[in-house]
């Protein structure tokens, strides 16, 4: 019988969540790496052994960790006594080597980006905010990055390489940072055109390559912001997350600042599907495993007030692709609920009934194993969870 | 014998227990120190400097004799004691909540 692996990323170290296909019985693993802060974990989709972690801190930087057997080890990528020198006898110790690339080769200038105050303020690398495995290489990933670019590894997460078209891309000088910096967060890679990948930056916008990571163009038409001069521009645009199904990678799914958002074209063009929604303010946005226009926010008060609605933790479900929304609160605290649910924090496994997973600022990760219909708490006081990811496993 | 102290999450990160000590060949500096313990620890790369530009990370601070050398050239000679290991170089994380 298969069973899922909750991947959980927290302030305070990483975590590890196991049960079987019922889902029902846990085992809790962790902290791995405790007092760091786990920004995301994500396992390979082609080796669920595979597992990348980001590692941050302020005092000590960023930290790339691989396990390759499902989470029970983990080491830097590289750093075996085998990998540990080149030929030359160099060290190399190059797992957490992010730079920006400014070489006439494959590079683009090293830009500024606008400050809160409107003024500009340079490029700095500060943490991974997201790794996205590839869907067909084990060996091959994707970090996203503050202050935002898009970085690739080819070589298991030994050595990384900025796709500089990006942050090249001209606007840069637009992009802005949000409350929690200048952070790529989202990277969808489309399973039936691998050279089609989709980021999102906060505040810059939505962006697509066709050509794998070459050149990339904004796709913010149909948005609508009222905290940039012209809240129809090109680019500026706060995106929280973009979501996918695999069957349907031309629809996507977005979840704003503010506005719950779908397109039925790659991005080109967008339109509102908030419909009845509570509040559109929010962070993550998921597809379900098997039903590609059943869709899941949790919808958040507002900006400034980053806890649910009434103090009733509600997810939302829709099942026709958005503007008709209904509450999902079996099983979820309906008084005096005071968490947020971050971007990256929300999962869906693979098996049937689909199960669905998200983990809040107040330590609290949640599951439902019917689709959202009822859910519970899987474990309840962990650190400030950062990132929910699962794996569906033999 | 160069002593050198490193915080509780590098001794993890570079799977040491207590302190670290290494040969540096040459004059004892902080940039001296600091590349012998890199060639030896390449997992801390990054972690103490910054790799391109080879700052110090700014929550780090370089302490030794009871001086506070974080703001010391980096080819500037380490203190005698600190060169024949009698004391330890110490690498502090700063004071600050979490």
Known sequence: MSGV????????????????????????????????????????????????????????????????????????????????????????????????????????????????????????????????PSLTDPDVVYAGVEDAAIFRSTDGGVSWHELAGLR???????????????????????????????????AAGAFRTDDGGNTWRPINRGLHSLYIPNPTAEVGHCVHRIAMHRSRPGVLFMQKHWDVMRSDDSGDSWHEVSGNLPTDFGFPIEVHAHEPTTVFVVPIK??????????????????????????????????????????????VDSLDPCGVYFGTTGGQVYASADAGDSWAPIVRDLPSVLSVEVQTVP | MIRVILPQH??????????????????????????????????????????VTQERRPFLRFFACEQDLSHEPPDAPLPDAVATGAKPFLVVGAIAGG
């Open chain 1, 168 to 202: 090249g891309h001209g606007s840069g000088p637009q992009w802005s940072p949000g409350a929690g910096g200048m952070g790529l967060h989202t990277i969808l890679i489309d399973p039936t055109h691998h050279d089609r990948i989709f980021v999102a930056i906060s």
């Open chain 1, 302 to 347: 507002s900006d400034s007030e980053h806890y649910p609605p009434e103090a009733k933790l509600r997810v939302y479900r829709s099942r026709t692709g958005g503007n008709e929304w209904e509450a999902l609160t079996k099983g979820l605290p309906q008084r005096d609920c005071y968490v947020n649910v971050l971007r990256d924090a929300t999962a």
């Open chain 1, 5 to 132: 692996r909750v991947l959980v990323g927290t302030r305070k170290g990483a975590f590890v969540l196991t049960s079987d296909g019922k889902r029902q019985h846990w085992d809790i693993s962790g902290p791995s790496f405790g007092g760091w802060e786990i920004f995301h974990m994500k396992g390979s989709p082609v080796d669920t052994n595979r597992i990348y972690a980001s590692q941050t801190s302020g005092w000590f930087g960023q930290i790339i960790q691989r396990s390759d057997d499902g989470g029970t080890t983990w080491f830097p990528p590289g750093s075996k006594p085998d990998e540990l020198t080149t030929p030359e006898g160099m060290p190399k110790g190059e797992s957490n080597k992010f730079v920006y690339d400014t070489s006439t080769q494959s590079g683009k200038p090293l830009t500024t980006h606008q400050w809160y105050d409107g003024t500009q303020h340079p490029w700095e690398f500060k943490r991974v905010w997201h790794l996205e």
């Open chain 2, 10 to 51: 590098l001794r993890t990160l570079a799977h040491v227990d207590g302190e670290v000590q290494l040969d540096v060949e040459g004059q004892v500096t902080q940039r001296s120190l600091l590349d012998a313990l890199e060639a030896r620890y390449p997992v801390l790369r990054g972690t103490i400097r910054d790799h």
